[in-house]
């Protein structure tokens, strides 16, 4: 029960997310979500980036 | 050593990733994704998302402070190769769920906005298809999309539907059609949509 009240109460995000799902695209979603078959991504994560070498590089570029 | 011959590997593509902050705008001041002059609509707007102002009500630091992620990609030189976002829908809203009560009441994640600086596309020059930077970025939004264990296990994208480029790289990354559609006002076009199912994240929480 708790956890349905915390599915009711979803922040609303706009971007292009803010259009109401389509009757069609949110079966086409519960047919996908039970296609066991369908290729499952993983991707990859990256190394974190220094910020300060970024800014001291893109400063030293602005003063040439 | 003459004559001898060397069998050296590719080289892996060195990419690290900052999650992008108002800090970092002077990072971005020079993006653009458009190789040619004048810039398709969907390159100006790229290119815009990312330096609005947040009085714009949209852009990168508008939607950042609305949950959306958003992260910068640098090379081994510091130089930005381009940037990626993150947010979740706004589905599924409670008439359709009343229509097709087996969808699960929680969102999906969603790329609002995705590009790579003209000086890199097709980069890093010789890079097998595994080793581009146009890979490695999409590879990150899957894997920073799998953390989010809280939304269903799919990744979806809007794409004008003229950007060819990008839809050849979505079903590279195995990304398939989606019967959703957005329709672009200020484009006067119905982007279309892609979606890609994520593997579960094996981990409860981050250490």
């Known amino acids: ?64 | 050593m003459k004559g001898d011959f060397f069998w050296v590997g590719a080289m892996a593509t060195i990419l690290k990733r900052i999650s992008f902050d108002k800090d970092l705008i002077p990072l971005v001041h020079d993006f653009d994704c458009a190789p040619e002059y004048p810039p398709t609509f969907w390159e100006e707007e790229i290119n815009e998302w990312i330096r609005l102002d947040p009085s714009a009500k949209d852009g990168a630091l508008y939607y950042l402070a609305k949950g959306t992620e958003v992260w910068l990609y640098a090379n081994e030189d510091d130089d930005i190769v381009g940037y990626g976002s993150l947010c979740n829908s706004n589905w599924p809203d409670p008439a359709v769920v009343q229509q097709v009560p087996k969808l699960k009441r929680v969102p999906i994640s969603l790329i609002p906005a995705v590009g790579i600086d003209r000086r890199f596309q097709g980069g890093p020059e010789g890079a097998e298809t595994a080793e581009r930077y146009s890979t490695k970025i999409m590879n990150h939004l899957v894997f920073a999309a799998r953390r989010h264990t809280d939304r269903q296990s799919f990744l979806g994208l809007y794409v004008h539907p003229a950007n060819e480029k990008a839809i050849k790289l979505y079903r590279r990354m195995q990304f398939g059609p989606f019967t959703q559609k957005y329709r672009h006002e200020k484009a006067g076009v119905d982007y279309v949509s892609m979606i890609l199912r994520l593997a579960d994240y094996p981990f409860q929480s981050e250490a």
Not at chain 1, 44 to 54: F, I, Q, R, S, T
């Open chain 1, 1 to 64: 029960m708790e956890e349905a009240m915390k599915e009711e109460k979803l922040p609303l995000l706009a971007a292009y997310g803010d259009k109401a799902l389509s009757v069609e695209a949110a079966e086409q979603l519960v047919r996908l979500a039970e296609d066991a078959t369908l290729h499952a991504a993983t991707g990859e994560d990256l190394p974190m980036a220094d910020k300060e070498k970024l800014l001291r590089k893109v400063a030293l570029q602005n003063t040439r």
